[in-house]
């Protein structure tokens, strides 16, 4: 069992800058790859960045691409998404996922087995 947890999220203005950390105490951490996914009430979770193990690749939906930034310390056991130039539409819970390096597709929640307990994002106008 993986525990993931998440923090940093908050409430900001458009056009603002957060980061979102989790967190996965006492694991080895660099045998999982890692993902960001958000979700709003009544939409699917979506994917908003994924990381391999290494950190060496990162992979980005286009509605972030550009804005978002993850970011991996293996050291730290800590994954981070850097969130620049937020829109309103950026509003959601955010959420760190976990899976065995090289299972699965990045993009793909249901391949995720570990999940953190999210946190909410609201960008206001």
């Known amino acids: 069992q993986v525990q993931l947890v998440e923090s940093g999220g908050g409430l900001v203005q458009a056009g603002d800058s957060l980061r979102l950390s989790c967190a996965a105490p006492?694991?080895?951490?660099?045998?999982?790859?890692m993902g960001w996914f958000r979700q709003v009430p009544g939409k699917e979770r979506e994917s908003v960045a994924a990381?391999?193990?290494?950190?060496?690749?990162?992979f980005y939906p286009d509605s972030v691409k550009g804005r978002f930034t993850i970011s991996r310390d293996n050291a730290k056991n800590t994954v981070y998404l850097q969130m620049n130039s937020l829109k309103p539409e950026d509003t959601a819970v955010y959420y760190c996922a976990a899976k065995l390096l090289n299972s699965g597709y990045y993009f793909r929640s249901k391949d995720y087995p570990y999940w953190g307990q999210g946190t909410q994002v609201t960008v206001s106008i």
């Open positions: 990381i391999n193990w290494t950190g060496g690749s990162t």
């Open positions: 006492g694991r080895t951490f660099s045998n999982y790859d």
